[in-house]
């Protein structure tokens, strides 16, 4: 491109006209058209209303000419400025636009995903030029506009009761449907059931209650029991996360290497060195990738989501669950200081995201210090952070909640007389992880107890 030459829209508003002529004419069209374009998608704003009101009016029932949807425009300026009911009979005047409405459909798609890819790059090249945007912030942008054009279709699939019955069917003969934990985490396993492809679970609570480590451990159990798992960390960098899951994997229920040893380097033992050197083998056959990023746009998760699908691919593994860690550091693709409608876009994004590339998503969640305030601080619902878009569009949430973190905080003095009782209370829960499944939406929700092994960083099922 020529320094300074601007960049004209691709359009095609003949098109747009013949293909509106065309479904007034023969109704078939509108159906086929209302499958593939949006209103949004013409880039004549009177063709985009008109469009609408085709589709408005057929929902009706009736036959849809241009008589029928004048009502609709009656008071149109952009419609009365072209003639009005003269202009629609204009459009209804060539037959050939019957010839031409199939391929009128697919450029006017594939035009308004150019243009929209080239706002999105123009937006990122705006940015680009400023010095107030990180560079991430520019890819963010950039990778969102790509990912508009990309050749995954629109999302909609459309087929018979028949046909989905027979998938139904078929899915029975597949090895495995859904993603658990392999046994590492059974309790939560059973009161959860396997995260689905198509499924956005979140595992929330607050801080101090061991997410990372639940994450994480479940991460090493699913992947161990070989399915596919993709760990994007926006908290923790990719070290911490591996001594974390090499103090998981050493670790066998009884005894293992602290993490705080594997952390800063400070074996008791040659033993227990050798104990670390030796993971590698269990870590070089898992199906385990690890994504770390200190900021991340849902465009550019998508992105890495599509790339890695592929990647595994390649490598003889099927990428079955993505993990996030967690969910309200992930920005939407546009600059907003309203935190709800962000953390909404993120939601539905990731939900997307689990559909677009038939995986589960366990993405993790904080929750709102209001917890704190109550007697009873036993997650609800009602205390996710910052959206209910989350709980929306999510098909399970489960909270995480230990006893022993809120006992600790509340220890007494020795020489106070509760001492005892806070000591017996203490015994009773200590190492005991809650796992509360406050919805389910093909499921009944319910609880259930695990352990949380502190010292190593681990989470397993309840001790049978």
Same mark, same amino acid.
């Given at each position: 491109?020529?320094?300074?030459?601007?960049?004209?829209?691709?359009?095609?508003?003949?098109?747009?006209?013949?293909?509106?002529?065309?479904?007034?004419?023969?109704?078939?069209?509108?159906?086929?058209?209302?499958?593939?374009?949006?209103?949004?998608?013409?880039?004549?704003?009177?063709?985009?209303?008109?469009?609408?009101?085709?589709?408005?009016?057929?929902?009706?029932?009736?036959?849809?000419?241009?008589?029928?949807?004048?009502?609709?425009?009656?008071?149109?300026?952009?419609?009365?400025?072209?003639?009005?009911?003269?202009?629609?009979?204009?459009?209804?005047?060539?037959?050939?636009?019957?010839?031409?409405?199939?391929?009128?459909?697919?450029?006017?798609?594939?035009?308004?995903?150019?243009?929209?890819?080239?706002?999105?790059?123009?937006?990122?090249?705006?940015?680009?030029?400023?010095?107030?945007?990180?560079?991430?912030?520019?890819?963010?942008?950039?990778?969102?506009?790509?990912?508009?054009?990309?050749?995954?279709?629109?999302?909609?699939?459309?087929?018979?009761?028949?046909?989905?019955?027979?998938?139904?069917?078929?899915?029975?003969?597949? #090895?495995?449907?859904?993603?658990?934990?392999?046994?590492?985490?059974?309790?939560?396993?059973?009161?959860?059931?396997?995260?689905?492809?198509?499924?956005?679970?979140?595992?929330?609570?607050?801080?101090?209650?061991?997410?990372?480590?639940?994450? @994480?451990?479940?991460?090493?159990?699913?992947?161990?029991?070989?399915?596919?798992?993709?760990?994007?960390?926006?908290?923790?960098?990719?070290? !911490?996360?591996?001594?974390?899951?090499?103090?998981?994997?050493?670790?066998?229920?009884?005894?293992?290497?602290?993490?705080?040893?594997?952390?800063?380097?400070?074996?008791?033992?040659?033993?227990?060195?050798?104990?670390?050197?030796?993971?590698?083998?269990?870590?070089?056959?898992?199906?385990?990738?690890?994504?770390?990023?200190?900021?991340?746009?849902?465009?550019?998760?998508?992105?890495?989501?599509?790339?890695?699908?592929?990647?595994? !691919?390649?490598?003889?593994?099927?990428?079955?669950?993505?993990?996030?860690?967690?969910?309200?550091? @992930?920005?939407?693709?546009?600059?907003?200081?309203?935190?709800?409608?962000?953390?909404?876009?993120?939601?539905?994004? @990731?939900?997307?995201?689990?559909?677009?590339?038939?995986?589960?998503?366990?993405?993790?969640?904080?929750?709102?210090?209001?917890?704190?305030?109550?007697?009873?601080?036993? #997650?609800?619902?009602?205390?996710?952070?910052?959206? +209910?878009?989350? !709980?929306?569009?999510?098909?399970?949430?489960?909270?995480?909640?230990?006893?022993?973190?809120?006992?600790?905080?509340?220890?007494?003095? !020795?020489?106070? +007389?509760?001492?005892?009782?806070?000591?017996?209370?203490?015994?009773?829960?200590?190492?005991?992880?809650?796992?509360?499944?406050?919805?389910?939406?093909?499921?009944?929700?319910?609880?259930?107890?695990?352990?949380?092994?502190?010292?190593?960083?681990?989470?397993?099922?309840?001790?049978?």
């Amino acid at each position: 491109m020529i320094e300074g030459q601007k960049i004209e829209p691709v359009r095609n508003v003949d098109a747009e006209a013949a293909l509106i002529g065309a479904m007034m004419m023969d109704n078939r069209w509108i159906d086929r058209a209302a499958d593939k374009l949006e209103p949004g998608d013409f880039f004549e704003a009177l063709h985009g209303r008109i469009f609408s009101a085709l589709i408005k009016e057929a929902a009706t029932g009736r036959t849809v000419t241009s008589v029928t949807i004048k009502p609709y425009f009656d008071e149109d300026p952009a419609m009365i400025e072209l003639g009005g009911m003269r202009y629609l009979a204009v459009l209804t005047q060539d037959s050939a636009s019957l010839l031409t409405a199939s391929a009128a459909i697919e450029q006017i798609a594939t035009m308004s995903k150019r243009r929209k890819l080239i706002d999105g790059l123009t937006n990122a090249a705006m940015l680009a030029a400023s010095m107030d945007a990180t560079n991430e912030e520019v890819v963010g942008i950039a990778d969102a506009a790509l990912s508009s054009i990309s050749d995954h279709g629109d999302g909609v699939v459309q087929v018979s009761a028949h046909q989905a019955f027979g998938e139904m069917l078929a899915a029975y003969d597949e #090895p495995r449907y859904g993603v658990t934990s392999g046994g590492q985490i059974d309790s939560l396993d059973e009161v959860l059931g396997p995260i689905r492809p198509h499924h956005l679970d979140i595992l929330a609570g607050r801080p101090g209650m061991g997410k990372t480590s639940a994450a @994480l451990s479940y991460a090493l159990g699913a992947a161990a029991a070989g399915h596919g798992v993709l760990f994007v960390s926006l908290e923790m960098n990719r070290l !911490e996360l591996m001594q974390r899951a090499t103090s998981d994997v050493i670790f066998d229920g009884q005894s293992g290497i602290p993490y705080e040893a594997i952390r800063d380097g400070r074996f008791t033992s040659d033993n227990a060195k050798r104990r670390v050197y030796e993971a590698d083998r269990v870590f070089r056959n898992l199906p385990l990738h690890l994504i770390d990023a200190s900021s991340l746009t849902i465009g550019r998760l998508n992105m890495i989501v599509r790339r890695y699908k592929r990647r595994m !691919e390649a490598m003889g593994q099927k990428l079955e669950l993505v993990m996030v860690d967690y969910l309200q550091l @992930l920005r939407p693709d546009f600059r907003t200081d309203n935190m709800n409608l962000a953390v909404s876009e993120v939601s539905r994004g @990731l939900k997307a995201i689990a559909k677009q590339y038939d995986v589960g998503v366990l993405a993790l969640a904080q929750l709102n210090r209001s917890v704190e305030s109550r007697p009873d601080k036993r #997650p609800m619902l009602s205390d996710l952070r910052d959206s +209910g878009q989350i !709980e929306q569009d999510a098909d399970a949430v489960v909270f995480l909640y230990r006893d022993e973190y809120y006992l600790r905080q509340g220890k007494p003095p !020795e020489t106070d +007389g509760k001492f005892i009782d806070w000591q017996m209370a203490m015994d009773k829960v200590a190492g005991q992880i809650d796992f509360i499944v406050a919805k389910r939406r093909n499921g009944p929700s319910g609880s259930a107890t695990g352990r949380f092994f502190g010292a190593y960083q681990a989470v397993r099922g309840a001790v049978q």
